[in-house]
């Protein structure tokens, strides 16, 4: 059973680009979170989302950013105009239910470089 | 009121020692505190749980103390060991909820 795939593992985009990065949940799961770390920094919730659900994105910068989890596919969260502060490590993670005591098992992350 | 204060921020400690990281909370809301390993360049996994129903867990190495008056809980891990080098998140949800909140992290290293 792969665990959380996240790719690309490293992306550099030049000031004003987008940024996407993609999340595939461990088999099973059909939830799931999205966070941020900047260096040296725990991680910050962004947004949380069911299949073709956007649950809770009260993490989420107002504008720039967005996420889906379409039926088919992976989730994605899309970074427009990118600025040199989005640079950071953007992680995934998946769990089987909803409740947010059940364990969350995270991806290895996409480092973004914003030049 | 949604923040997790974790302390210290690094922390050295010979093979064979007890590493203590200590993490607060405010939210009483709060019911399952989680604590993640993450070694360099990887994700965060779960090491270990509790509820504050019950006032330790222990497994294996890894033992988590809970107070719940204070509103602290804490990670000690017993006989460290240079692979125990990592960082460590402390983090606290509510049933129901679906945000987690992460502490800031502190980085373990094990002195061979």
């Known amino acids: 059973n792969a665990g959380v795939m996240q790719n690309p593992r490293h992306l550099v985009r030049r000031r004003g680009q987008e940024a996407r990065l993609r999340c595939s949940p461990m088999?099973?799961?059909?939830?799931v979170y999205w966070y941020r770390q900047l260096p040296e920094e725990g991680l910050k919730f962004m947004v949380y989302l069911q299949k073709e659900n956007i649950i809770d994105e009260s993490g989420m910068p107002k504008e720039r950013f967005s996420a889906e989890f379409p039926k088919e596919g992976p989730s994605i969260l899309r970074i427009q105009q990118v600025v040199r502060g989005d640079s950071a490590a953007y992680f995934c993670a998946s769990s089987p239910h909803a409740e947010s005591t059940d364990t969350q098992y995270f991806g290895p992350g996409t480092r973004l470089t914003v030049l | 009121q949604q923040q997790v204060k974790q302390s210290p921020q690094s922390l050295i400690v010979q093979k064979g020692g007890i590493s203590i990281i200590n993490c607060a909370y405010e939210n009483t809301a709060f019911d399952y505190f989680p604590w993640y390993q993450q070694f360099p360049g990887k994700g965060p996994a779960l090491l270990i749980a509790?509820?504050?129903?019950?006032s330790e867990k222990k497994e294996g190495r890894f033992t988590i103390s809970f107070n719940k008056s204070a509103k602290q809980f804490s990670l000690h891990i017993m006989d460290s060991q240079p692979g125990d080098s990592a960082t460590y998140f402390c983090?606290?949800?509510?049933?129901?909820?679906?945000?987690?909140?992460f502490g800031a992290g502190t980085r373990l290293f094990v002195k061979a």
């Open positions: 088999k099973g799961h059909s939830h």
């Open positions: 983090a606290a949800s509510d049933t129901g909820g679906f945000k987690t909140i």
């Open positions: 509790i509820r504050p129903d019950v």
